[in-house]
């Protein structure tokens, strides 16, 4: 299962300390990873401040592009659970400004409620 998973671009879990190592550099003043999740070869994070989304790009993946939302350009997103090949859910993040939206599947070591409470947290104002 993990390896299929893997084969087909779905989301696991990426330790907290790990992404800090990886991407710190990332970081501004103050920012924090609250989670990681971890694809083929891009990473999704979530931070106090933004997603940040890094896209491996190439046969060696060496060229990366980062891409950063700001959390109050994020219009409303959507989980949908149980389905697709072998993912247990898909997330849609609909952003200001985007025709379509950034999605991405999650396999079963993820709880895509725990993924939904911190983008809520951060997205709903308060």
Known sequence: MAIMSSLTGNAG???IGQAHDEFARLLGPGEV????FE????VMLFTNGRLILVDKQ??????VEYHSYPYRSILHFSVQTEGHLMAEARMHIYVDGMKDPIEKE??????IYQVQ????????PK
Do not use: E, H, M, Q
Not at 33 to 36: F, G, K, Q
Not at 39 to 42: I, S, T
Not at 58 to 63: D, S
């Open 58 to 63: 190439g046969i060696t993946g060496k060229k």
């Open 117 to 124: 409470g911190i983008l809520s947290a951060f997205v709903v």
């Open 13 to 15: 879990p990426l330790g």
């Open 33 to 36: 990873i609250y989670a990681a």
């Open 39 to 42: 694809f083929v070869r891009d």
């Open 106 to 111: 999650f396999n079963d070591k993820v709880d």
